[in-house]
C-alpha cells in the first residue's frame, strides 16, 4: 500500500457516487491536493474484476488499518472506531455484489463526517487518473463546466470538439438540456448521440442547438494574457492537473522574454486546489522561503519555497478569489495575502484546506484519508474560515465575458494604484 499527499476540495460535485496493517507506509514526496472538479461527459473506463472474499476481507482491512493510524483527529471526531470494525466488517462482507461492497464501506469512511475524507472505488481510481494528467478523454461535447445554481457554466471548450465547431465560449451557461432543467437533463450519453441545449450568453442572449457528441481529448491549460499597462492576467482553474505550474512557468517566461511586466492578476476563482508541487511551484514566483507549516499527529512539516523563474518578487500582486476556490488554492490565496502583501479580492474562500492523503488500496482502490492542517506564519489556519479578501465587489462575475470582468478592472485599478 503506498500514498500521495494531497489537499481537498469538496464544494463542487464529486467526481463519482458513492494491506494488513504491518504493511511498510513510506513517506512521501510532495505532490497532489484535491479532488478533482466534475467531468462533463462519460470518461472511459475498463470494468474491473470481481473480488472474491479473501480481497474484501483485505481491502476492508486495509482500509480501516489506515485511517486508525493516519487519521488527522485522534478521537475520530467522536466515532468509536473499534466499534465500527466489527460493525461494518461483517456488513461488507456480506453485501450481495462489489458495487454493495463499496458501498458499504465508502459509508464507513462518511461515518467520520470531515466532508474530506472519502474511499474511491477501482473505476473511479482509473478516471482520476485520467484526469491528473489535465487530459480529459470523453463521450460528450467537449466542454468543462463549473454547476452555478442557474446553469452549467462552461469554463473549458476543447479545440476541434463540438462544442468548438457550434461556436460555445466560456462563460456561457448551459441552462436546459434535451428540454430539461440543467440538473435534470445530462450532456452524457453514447457516441454518436444528440444532445439539444439551451444556452445563456453573459450578454443575456439565448441560444439553441443539438450537438453529436464525439469522443473528445482536452486538454486543461492556464489563461495568460499581457492586459494593459504590462500586468500579466494568470487564470488557473484548478490545481490538479499535475504540470499547471510548468505551464504557468512557460508561459510567464514568454510574457517576460517580450518584455518585463509591471505587475500580476492570480485568478483563482471557482479554483478547487490540486497538487502540492503545483502550490509550490507556483508561489516560488513571489515568495521564498518558510510560508507556513502542515501539522498531522506526526509532527510539523514546514513548507519551504525555493525561487522559481520567472522571479516576480516585489511586483504588485492581486489575487481573485471566491467561494468555489478551495484547498491549496485557498492556501495560495492566503500565503501570499500574508507574505507578498498581495491584495485579495473576491469573496471569502471555502474555508476546506485540511491536506486529504491517498493511500493506495488492494485491488485497485484508492482511499483519501485527512491528516494534517495547515498553519500560516502567523499561526491561523484557514479550516472553517476561509481566505478572507480586502475588497469584496457587489457584482457576479460570471456574468461577465472576459474582457468586461469588473472584478479583473479592479484589480488592474488597484495594481496602477500600488506602483
Known sequence: MSFRWVSIWFLCALLWACTPASTEVREPALTPTAIPPTPTAALITPTPPPLDATLRQQIFTEVWTTINEHYLDPTFNGVDWARVRAEYGARALAAEDDAAFFAVISAMVRLLRDDHSRFVPPQAVIAEDQLTTGREEQVGIGVSTLPLSDGLLIQHVFPDSPAARAGLQPRDRIVAIDGLAFNLGSIEGPLGSSVRLLIVQPEGVSRELELIRERVEGRIEPLIRRLSDDVAYVGISTLWVNDMHEQVATALQRLMAERPLRGVILDLRSNPGGWRDVLSGLLGHFVTGDVGAFISRKGVTPLVVTVRNPDLRGLPLAILVDRGTASYAELLAAVLQQEAQATVIGRPSAGNT??????????????????????????????????????????????????????????????RESR
Open 354 to 415: 485540511e491536506t486529504i492523503y491517498a493511500y493506495e488500496i488492494t485491488g485497485g482502490a484508492r482511499l483519501w484519508v485527512a491528516q494534517e492542517v495547515f498553519r500560516l506564519n502567523d499561526g491561523s489556519d484557514l479550516e472553517g474560515k476561509g481566505v478572507q479578501p480586502d475588497i469584496q465587489p457587489s457584482s457576479d462575475w460570471t456574468r461577465f465575458r472576459f474582457e468586461a470582468d469588473p472584478w479583473i478592472t479592479l484589480a488592474l485599478d488597484r495594481i
